[in-house]
């Protein structure tokens, strides 16, 4: 059986990939060859999100489980395990054949890691269960073997590699299963699945100290956790100081590593160090040229970073580079590059050479489908774009709508780390409310009222005003049945309601308020996003720890 190595050295610059990929040549008879080269191009993929960089693993994955069945057992480990305990010996599985269930299992764990970027609705997740469910067993199986192997000092030569690959699935296995929603998660146990968050981050920080090659790829997944899905899918409350501790080694051996560097500005803009965390991404930018999607990542970064400062004109800067250069979301971009346009004066957007209703009309026929669903957020902007159709008499103009886009991507958890940018933001925001108070009413009164109450509420809460943040999400919750198309806004006030409850020493009103968004509102946009905040916030408060 062939090993890449008993140490990884993780090569962070462009190099990793050009380096690693030159492994194909032997992915078709080393099954950790051949997982290695597949889990380049997924960490590849799950860091682009190409289209065609997801097939490519997809395809990788396959090439690398029919190397991986080629050294199992005939009777898996799952079929076996119980009549090979009852024996009491592990005579029936060779090494070899042991760590084939292992990277067996993990190519399947990619598999669900690879539907994960495609679909946050978890959609394909569910639709794959069967292939899924074979490698959390496998998972399950490979954690009880590796109790009795510890018992056993002969077994000690292969122990590490195989207790890392038991480590890295069984934590991330937990970790993502406990992230979904009530509803689902009942579901999935329904069919044998479980998840429990603090026993993952347990499994992955062991995994991330220990000595196999698999070290860096917890490191990473927990590096993941705590930049992206606690604040994309989570309450925005991140353990900065875990990822700081974690990352530290890694960037000081590879302190130009674009990865590395892309992680170090995450946590400088989770802290609320915006300024610094801008000009690492911009350093992230300028240390390699070779992986141009990784660029992308670092634009997408910088265009809230500027909206976050209001520097609309940078903002629309790496809004337009996005639309132009990267393929993962056309219809969100080009949303994203109206909406920002839509801050600036009228003589700013002119010198852009750019139509602000022509760029909203376009996204309707830019959305695409993928396993026959179409993206949350470009359903979103799709649905907020109708207000510059062209079946309608004229225009009607969103009102903040950067603002409203940065609240959907959990970006108010960011500024309110800063007294400045917040107060800066509700001077805006009021202005807006005084431009409608003057306006005449129409259809969109009430919805473009809500919303500037919402945005409003957020940036009182942040400021510590806790009385004034109330009454705006109350007048949200009032106007409940006068709102008539953005009827996301009333479950989304609630969760902030709670978190306001929350903060103010309320946790059991906090709870009931939460549990009223999950249970009383359904088929509203981005209603998944809300379940899976609801579902991390009621982690949280009703089982508190350290995390």
């Known amino acids: 059986m062939a090993f890449v190595g008993s140490q990884v050295d ?3 610059d462009e190099d990793i990939f050009e380096d690693a990929l030159e492994t194909i040549s032997m992915a078709k008879e080393s099954m950790y060859h051949a997982l290695g080269y597949s889990t380049i191009v997924v960490l590849q993929a799950v860091m682009t999100f190409e289209q065609q960089d997801i097939q490519n693993g997809i395809s990788a994955m396959k090439d ?7 050294y199992r057992k005939k009777c898996t480990v799952v079929e076996s395990f119980s009549s090979l305990l009852s024996r009491g010996s592990l005579e029936q599985l060779s090494e070899e054949e042991m760590h084939a269930e292992i990277c067996y299992a993990e190519c399947l764990l990619q598999k669900a890691a ?4 495609q679909d946050e609705n978890m959609i394909n997740f569910i639709k794959g269960g069967l292939k899924i469910r074979t490698s959390y067993q496998i998972y399950k199986e490979c954690l009880s073997i590796l109790h009795v192997i510890q018992k056993n000092k002969h077994e000690q030569e292969f122990f590490y590699e195989f207790e890392g690959g038991v480590k890295l699935g069984t934590g991330a296995f ?3 299963l406990s992230l979904l929603p009530a509803r689902i998660i009942r579901l999935l146990e329904f069919i044998g699945f479980s998840g429990n968050r603090e026993l993952g981050l347990l499994q992955l920080r062991e995994g991330a100290s220990g000595r196999s090659m698999r070290s860096p790829l917890c490191c990473l997944t927990i590096l993941a956790f705590h930049t992206y899905i606690s604040l994309i899918l989570g ?6 100081v875990e990822a700081e501790s974690l990352l530290a080694p890694f960037l000081q051996q590879f302190p130009n590593g674009s990865l590395m560097l892309f992680y170090h500005a995450r946590i400088e803009l989770l802290k609320g160090n915006i300024e610094e965390a801008q000009e690492i991404f911009r350093k992230c930018i300028s240390v390699q040229e070779e992986w141009k999607q990784f660029h992308h990542l ?5 265009m809230w970073i500027n909206v976050f400062l209001q520097n609309w004109m940078q903002a629309y800067y790496y809004s337009d580079l996005l639309c132009k250069e990267s393929k993962w979301s056309k219809a969100t971009y080009v ?3 109206a909406a920002i346009l839509s801050m600036l004066p009228e003589e700013d957007v002119l010198a852009t050479n750019e139509n602000v209703v022509t760029l909203f009309r376009q996204v309707d026929g830019l959305k695409q489908r993928i396993a026959g669903k179409s993206l949350p957020s470009e359903k979103f902007a799709v649905r907020k774009a109708r207000r510059y159709s062209p079946s309608l008499p004229a225009p009607v103009k969103l009102v903040l709508p950067a603002l409203e886009m940065m609240y959907v991507w959990n970006g108010f958890s960011i500024v309110g780390k800063r007294k400045d940018l917040c107060e800066n933001l509700l001077i805006m925001i009021e202005k807006a409310e005084a431009a409608l108070q003057n306006q005449s009413f129409s259809d969109y009164s009430v919805d473009d009222e809500c919303i500037v109450k919402l945005l409003k509420g957020c940036c009182l809460k942040n400021l510590q005003r806790p009385l004034q943040a109330e009454l705006c999400f109350n007048h949200v919750l009032e106007s409940e049945k006068l709102l008539k198309y953005d009827h996301y806004l009333v479950p989304f006030t609630l969760f902030e309601l709670a978190f306001l409850y929350k903060s103010q020493g309320e946790i059991d009103k906090a709870i009931k308020v939460l549990e009223t968004a999950r249970n009383n509102y359904k088929d509203y946009s981005l209603e998944s996003r809300l379940h899976f905040r609801i579902q991390a916030a009621l982690h949280l408060w009703k089982k508190p720890s350290s995390d």
């Open 235 to 240: 309450t925005g409350e991140v353990n900065v």
């Open 174 to 176: 937990n970790l993502m």
């Open 10 to 12: 993780l090569e962070a």
């Open 114 to 117: 690879l539907t994960f970027v």
């Open 64 to 70: 690398a489980l029919q190397t991986c069945q080629k």
């Open 298 to 302: 670092c634009y997408w970064e910088l």
């Open 335 to 337: 949303f994203l590059k």
